[in-house]
């Protein structure tokens, strides 16, 4: 076994640097943008639940994958049953895939780089996504080396680029019309940034992406669960740093942008006006290219890892070169709904799936005491499941007397359902029955043994 000592200095650096890499795409530049925007002298506070759940949660989320020794999320969630793990898995990839974040690499690119320069977008955004996802489709059908060269090159351009634009917020501040937070900011402003991380998606990604990392790490010379959790746990401190930095910044930028860019529907709308205010066309044609690659890469990455994975769970389904054209074609078609309807539907779906996720971080961190036992994951899992429902409710975007009566019974019985954490309660709750249970067939197995 190779100790952590015996691994070289930088490992830890470099794993941290690359899982900055796989968590910040271009889609995560509009959240923090709009946060900024709308919380107004409220930032500050809405940011930091934004970070719990765009940078906390997902970091701890690898961690937790390392200590459970688990080689996937859908080996992770099967100690509640193989049922719902290949459901869970199932939901997850479609939401960072083909349902909601593929699409949004092509609204994004299209918000930043494309509209910008045209007036009225008649079939301007049909026409973008049928070649944006005809190129996508090319290269994840045969990628060859474009994702190295884009990581190595194009991405650290991208950063060099927002890092300019964030400079120039920073010497030459834009005026800001007002310091006072928009509904739903005005309201617990921690409890809606927490909410507003969902968006980011990250959390559900990271318990797709924990396997390659872990992997990355064990290339390097530390194995064992102990070490390679050490090591995770340091990178993960390191990635901390720049995603933060980030978010910070683009938070700043969004709530000076008012006067500037008034009225924007999205952050995407509101990072171009930012971009053409400080730079001009120049500037504005420039990020444009760089986020439009950003989002290519994103889209094709996640194209074959959505791909691949839906192989492996149904083997006697379609071979991986048919998933990727299945979701290059799906993707397209989502993506024409636009980047603002886009968001509003995949916030009920990240409201049911974001406790979903964090139960199952919680279930891999306490893996040393739960081992193998199956009560608890199933006790937990199915209260917070049933549980997260009215939040799914609560944020269609689409309201009746249905919705209205399941969010009323919710906000009546559980505690804090009003602010999105309704799960909250009967997760602990789940946790504690599930345990105890556990505790009392073990005892009553020894106890038949002994007789």
Known sequence: MSDLRTAPKHTALLIGL?????FFGAGNLIFPV??????????????????VTAVGIPIVAIVSSAISGCSSVHEMTSRVSPKYATIFTGLLYLAIGPAFAIPRTATVSYEVGVA??????????????????AITLAAALKPGKLMDWVGHYLTPLFLALLAILIAATVIHPMHTATNRPEPPYNHQPFMRGFLDGYNTMDALASLAFAIVIIEAINQRGSTGRRNVTHMTIRAGLIATIPLTLVYVSLAWLGR?????????????????????????????????????????????????????????????????????????????????????????????????????????????????????????????????????????ARALPVQGPATRAITHVADTVLPWASDGLGWALPAVIGLAVGWGASVVSSHSCRWGTSS
């Open 18 to 22: 690359m899982t900055f890499g796989l």
């Open 34 to 51: 709009e946060l900024g925007r709308l919380a107004g002298h409220n930032t500050p506070v809405t940011g930091a639940g934004f970070l």
């Open 116 to 133: 910008p320069f045209i007036r009225g977008h008649g079939p301007a955004l049909p026409v973008f996504t049928v070649v944006f996802f």
């Open 256 to 392: 000076t942008s008012t006067i500037v860019v008034p009225n924007a529907d999205n952050g995407g709308v509101v990072l171009a006006g930012v971009s053409r205010h400080y730079y001009g066309t120049a500037g504005q044609v420039l990020i444009a290219a760089i986020v439009l690659v950003a989002c290519l890469k994103t889209a094709i990455g996640l194209v074959v890892s959505c791909a691949e994975i839906f192989r492996r769970m149904f083997p006697a389904g379609p071979s991986v070169r048919s998933w990727v054209v299945i979701f290059s074609v799906g993707s397209a078609i989502i993506a024409n709904a636009g980047l603002t309807t886009i968001i509003a539907w995949s916030s009920p779906v990240l409201m049911f799936l974001y406790p979903l996720a964090i139960t199952a971080i919680i279930l891999g961190l306490l893996d040393p005491w739960l081992g193998t036992n199956r009560l608890p994951h199933r006790a937990m899992t199915g209260c917070v499941a049933v549980a997260a429902l009215p939040d799914l």
